[in-house]
Nanobody, 123 residues
Framework: VQLQASGGGSVQPGGSLRLSCAVS????????LGWFRQAPGKERELVAV????????QYAESVKGRFTVSRNSAKDTVWLQMYDLKPEDTAVYYC?????????????????WGQGTQVTVSS
């Protein structure tokens, strides 16, 4: 499984961005996908999870109601729509995937990682 994140940029507080994660999965492998972020000087954290079945999406408390994770019908692109962005959302955002049945809410279970995309929220 190969992943490529894109869509980052600089926005003002209150603005919106949509991140994309292109997923290449030989044999149409099923996968759970997580979005993570890492701010300068901080640990990487889980932002949102889209399980393969599409149900039971999970979000960090800090982004609930502002971020939405979704996927296209071909299941080769996953988006993270971000609204009402705040300066504290500034970070490098990563998409990652796992193909086993391990819990989706543990970062250590994700073995496939894309490169990060920078999101900067500043006035």
């Amino acid at each position: 499984v190969q992943l490529q994140a894109s869509g980052g940029g600089s926005v003002q507080p209150g603005g919106s961005l949509r991140l994309s994660c292109a997923v290449s999965r030989p044999g149409f492998t099923a996968y759970d996908l997580g979005w993570f972020r890492q701010a300068p000087g901080k640990e990487r954290e889980l932002v949102a999870v889209l399980p393969w079945r599409g149900d039971r999406k999970q979000y960090a408390e800090s982004v609930k109601g502002r971020f939405t994770v979704s996927r296209n019908s071909a299941k080769d692109t996953v988006w993270l729509q971000m609204y009402d962005l705040k300066p504290e959302d500034t970070a490098v955002y990563y998409c990652a995937a796992k193909t086993d049945s391990a819990p989706v809410n543990r970062m250590s279970n994700y073995v496939y990682w894309g490169q990060g995309t920078q999101v900067t929220v500043s006035s």
